[in-house]
Structure formats: C-alpha cells, structure tokens
C-alpha cells in the first residue's frame, strides 16, 4: 500500500498553517467569530495555491468537534475525516470528470439530507470552470438558496468561464501566487520535519522551479528524494539540475557574459554546450528571461531584491551585468526573448532561435555590443601643418569658364553609415557620439568586425548563399546581386563588382537599405560584421549583362508586362497613336543604349 505523498502529509490543516493568502485567511476568520459565514465561496487561483486546502480548513473549523472556531483542533474525529477525506459532511467533487447534469442533479438531492455528525454539510466543486451551462442552469437555484448549515465552495483556475450569474451569487477570494521565498520557506520546514538532507541551493532551485505552487515544489522535492535513493543520503545540485532539466545558473551568467563583452561566438559555443547536455532549451529561455527581469530590477532599484538573491557571489555578478548592460540594453535583450518565444511558437527550431537571439544580442542591432560605448581608435600623430601660400589675386585664381565646362565632376565619396550609440545608464553613448564626430574623415570611424575575419576566399564561396538570404527579404536586390561578384578583400571592407553597363544596378545596391539588408545577411552567414563597397570592372563580363543587352524589342515589352502588367496596343490603331508618346533619342551619355529599357529599369 502506498503511503500519503509529501504533499499530502504536509498540506495545510489550520488557518495558522497558511502561508502566502493573509486577507483570505483574515476574512474568513471573521466571519467564523460573526457567525456571518456565506452560503458560497467562490476561490479562484493558480494550481498549486491552497484553493482545496483552504477549503477544506473551512469546512474543519466549522464541523469541529470545538466548532465553530477559528482554530480546528486537527485530531478529533472530524478533523480527522475532513483531512483524509472520508468526512461524510464533507464532499469534494471533481468537476472536470463530474460535470453532466445527471451529476449535479445526484448532488442537489444528497443537497436536502441534514448533517450526518458535524454541524455544517460542505460542498467542494474543483475546477468548478469545467462544468457545462446546463449543469450550471440545474444547479442554479440550489446554490442560490441552499438549506440551512450548507456551504459550497467552488475553487477554479479560470474563473473567466464561471457564469455571471453564477459567480454574482458568491464570495469570491482570489489567492495570491507566492513568492520564491514563501515557497523556500515551506520547503525547508518540509525538509526538516522530515530530515531530508539537502542543501539551501538545491532547496531554492526547487523553489524556482515551481512557479509559484506548494504542490508542485513539494511534488519535486519528493521526486529528488526518490532520486538519491540512499536514505538520509545528501541531494547534490547536481541531482536537481539533472532531474529538474535545469540549467545551471553558471551557464546563464556566461551568456550574459558573452553578451556584454560582445563575443557573439562564445554565446553561440554556450547555446552548443546546453544543448549537447540534453537540457531543455525552451527551459532555458525561460531561465533567461527570469535572469534578464532581475537584471531590469537590479538597475531600477540598485540592489538585488530579496526574492531574487540567493549566494554573494552570484548577487555580486548580477549587479555588474545589471551595470554593464544598462538600461537600454537589457530592455533590447528582452525584445529579444520575446521574439525568439514567438518565433518558437511559430514552429521555429528553439536551438537555432536561442543561438540567433544570443548573436544579435551580442552584436546589439550595430556594430557595437550592447552597453558598451563606442572606442575610437587612437589617432595617428599629426604631421606639422605648412604654413599658408600667399593668397594668389582672385581675378587669376578664378577659373575659366571652359575650364569649368571641361572640368570631369568628382564623384561623391561612399562612406559607411555611422552606427547611432545604444543607449546606456551611464550616459556613454552620448560621449562616444561626441567622440565619432571628433575623428577626421580618413580615418576609420569604427572596426567593423566582431567575429573572426573571413578570407576573401571564404567570402567568395558564400556570395551565392547572400544572394538567397536577401531574396527572402527583396526579389529585387537579389535581382540585381545575381549580376555582381566580389572582387577583393581589405580587412573589413568587401568590394562587390558590377559590369561597367551595369552602373544604374550598383547605384540600386548602395542605396542604403539595400546595402544595410547586405551586410546583415553577411553578418549572419560570417559571424563578421563586413562593410560592403561597389564598383563597375572592365573584366567582368557577367551571362546577365550579355542576355540584358541582347534581348530584343518585343522580349523587353514582354518583360515589362510580365513585371507590371498592362495591356498591349497594336501599331496603327488610333489608341494607339494617341497614347503611344515617341521615345526620345539615346544620347551617347546613357548607359544603356537599348530603347527598351529606361533608366527606372525592370526594378
């Protein structure tokens, strides 16, 4: 015969045995002493809360044999019964199997017998939400006036499905969930009384893990008993980690770690090593979600929250991180678990999200990481600056105007957008601005890199594999992509060659959205954040050019009402002349000599 569980043994049998639920436990006291108890109690609360516990104390103090009291006694036989639910004055229903109306009719009868021995008959529907409208339409009028000394208590989860009209004819109390340190207490207390040997860390680990219920932090402490298997055997972390599906609080601070000194690649390798260990990956977005609410507490408040502490050491780091991320940055990085959660429910790989969402929070959305201002870097010496020429006569340092007319335009220098600062609590973003603005023009602003460089050979080999992931986002620049290549490597800086007749697609691909959905997709297949420059070559002579410039007439009208539809008029016909404007001469200055094709192009 199996014995009680934990749970059981353990639950609550007085008010003065409740913790976490003082204005219930108050109110109720109250109205024992008036005299003044309800007819219907409506409890509503998470699993786990005391809801069924609560009422059953209810039904003790009020079939006590010392009753009514505020203070059951817990061993005469009433008590007794109540607690081990074999009182005949006490009936617990379970609404989710007993919900038909043939069930509620059964209990509106046994309704009209008197008390067996107690003074009160009480009535315990659990999860009472699950009872259907026309059982709820039959049991109306008894609920609404029920026969002297009978008391129901309805106790449910979601008290959103209980009828209006149900629900206006009762008390309700709603039960608080409690905190991590409530359910620490009550563990440890378990512990003792039964000498379990476990340490505070493994106790507040199982504690973290209810989320908020009695029951089911008692169910696991259980659980890990079984799991030791030595009697009075000392339950590791270890043990906890391994039969909760946890993971250490060790391996979140690394992530977050790794975040805050921007090493995308350390943050992926401690995704690799959670998943390789089996745990829950789910789980741990969960655990890193908690961790970044105590970073966003630790920075309103300056210390770490009673509820959240747990060893000095781990106090102290969570301040730092809360420190080093800044205000800005810890908002950002739960942006990000909130998309990778959606993404997840979306049907998205959890290991592939959490890896994404550990790369881009390191990376902070810049080129920067988050929370750390912008360093510019050192500047060279300066060479002396010469000395004036004597201002020539404006009449002679005048231009011609045939020398202006024959002059070549300078083209208009490209450069790399400026990544704006990531706002931060200590206010460096401001200063790191006022730095940028400080540093000459030839000098580079930022180094664009956060991984390891790849070789030119390497960026070669996966141009084709950028040029899919930017389609998913525009037809249009993986269009124009199809046409180029990269042609050269300079640190950061990738330079991506069009055909010389292909100057209005290079202008296309720098615009800067493009540009930007680019580097992006760079970043993402090298891990490196690369500065992308295009230019037109001579030698590149690309099957995409060639097939542009020999399509003919009619393949160019088909073209363009492919890609935009519209409708074709004959030559002659008199719509046709009215609508048709003439084509004006190519010039020799156009780029594409085709009549065709505009300078708008097919894009």
Not at 118 to 134: C, F, N, Q, R, S
Not at 379 to 401: E, F, G, N, V, W
């Amino acid at each position: 015969m199996s014995s009680p569980s934990l749970y059981r043994r353990h639950r609550p049998r007085t008010f003065s045995d409740v913790v976490g639920q003082e204005a219930v436990v108050r109110t109720l006291r109250n109205a024992i002493t008036r005299n003044a108890v309800h007819h219907a109690y409506l409890f509503v609360g998470s699993r786990g809360t005391g809801k069924t516990s609560m009422a059953k104390i209810l039904a003790a103090a009020l079939n006590c044999v010392n009753g009514p009291t505020t203070d059951p006694c817990g061993t005469c036989s009433a008590c007794e019964a109540i607690a081990v639910g074999t009182s005949l004055d006490v009936v617990e229903m379970d609404a989710a199997s007993n919900n038909s109306v043939d069930d509620i009719r059964d209990l509106r009868d046994s309704v009209a017998l008197a008390p067996m021995s107690g003074g009160y008959k009480v009535y315990i529907l659990d999860e009472a939400h699950m009872l259907t409208p026309a059982a709820w339409n039959a049991f109306l009028k008894t609920l609404e006036e029920p026969p002297p000394n009978t008391v129901f208590v309805l106790a449910t989860t979601e008290a959103q499905k209980i009828l209006p009209t149900v629900a206006d004819r009762c008390h309700r109390f709603d039960f608080q969930r409690p905190s991590i340190a409530q359910v620490t207490e009550v563990v440890s207390r378990v512990s003792e009384m039964e000498n379990i040997n476990a340490p505070a860390e493994v106790l507040n680990v199982v504690a973290r893990s209810a989320d908020g219920s009695f029951r089911d932090a008692l169910g696991t402490l259980e659980q890990l008993v079984t799991y030791a298997g030595d009697e009075g055997g000392a339950i590791s972390l270890d043990d906890a980690l391994a039969v909760l599906g946890v993971v250490d609080s060790e391996l979140r601070f690394q992530a977050i770690d790794a975040v805050v000194a921007g090493d995308a690649a350390a943050a992926v390798r401690t995704a690799a090593s959670i998943a390789d260990s089996g745990r829950d990956l789910r789980r741990f977005l969960d655990d890193l979600e908690a961790h970044g609410r105590a970073l966003l507490l630790v920075d309103l408040t300056d210390a770490v929250p009673a509820e959240l502490s747990s060893t000095p050491e781990d106090d102290t780091r969570l301040a730092a991180q809360a420190k080093a991320l800044g205000r800005g940055g810890i908002i950002q990085f739960l942006d990000l678990v909130s998309e990778a959660f959606t993404a997840i429910r979306d049907g998205g790989d959890a290991r592939l999200r959490l890896e994404l969402l550990l790369v881009k929070a390191a990376s902070g959305g810049n080129p920067l990481p988050i929370g750390r201002p912008q360093v510019t870097p050192a500047a060279a010496p300066k060479a002396p600056t010469p000395a004036a020429p004597p201002m020539p006569d404006a009449r002679s340092a005048a231009p011609s105007a045939s020398a202006l007319e024959s002059a070549p335009a300078a083209p208009d220098p490209v450069r790399a957008p400026t990544p704006a600062p990531m706002p931060t609590s200590s206010g460096a973003g401001a200063g790191a601005a006022a730095a940028l603005s400080a540093v000459p023009e030839s000098e580079p602003e930022v180094q664009l890199s956060q991984g390891p460089l790849p070789s030119f050979e390497e960026v070669l080999s996966i141009w084709p594999t950028v040029v899919d992931m930017v389609g998913g986002e525009s037809a249009v620049l993986s269009a124009i992509l199809a046409q180029a290549t990269p042609v050269g490597m300079y640190e950061a800086k990738v330079t991506v060659a069009f055909p010389t007749d292909a100057e209005f697609h290079r202008r296309k691909a720098a615009d800067g959205r493009y540009r930007e959905a680019v580097m992006a997709a760079l970043l993402t297949v090298t891990g490196a954040r690369l500065e992308v420059e295009y230019e037109l070559s001579e030698e590149l002579e690309t099957a995409a050019s060639v097939a542009e410039r020999n399509l003919s007439g009619n393949e160019v009208a088909d073209v363009l009402l492919s890609e935009f539809g519209g409708v074709e008029i004959e030559p002659g016909s008199e719509a046709g002349a009215e609508a048709a404007p003439q084509p004006p001469a190519p010039t020799e200055s156009d780029p594409t000599d085709d009549p065709g094709i505009s300078d708008a192009g097919v894009f």
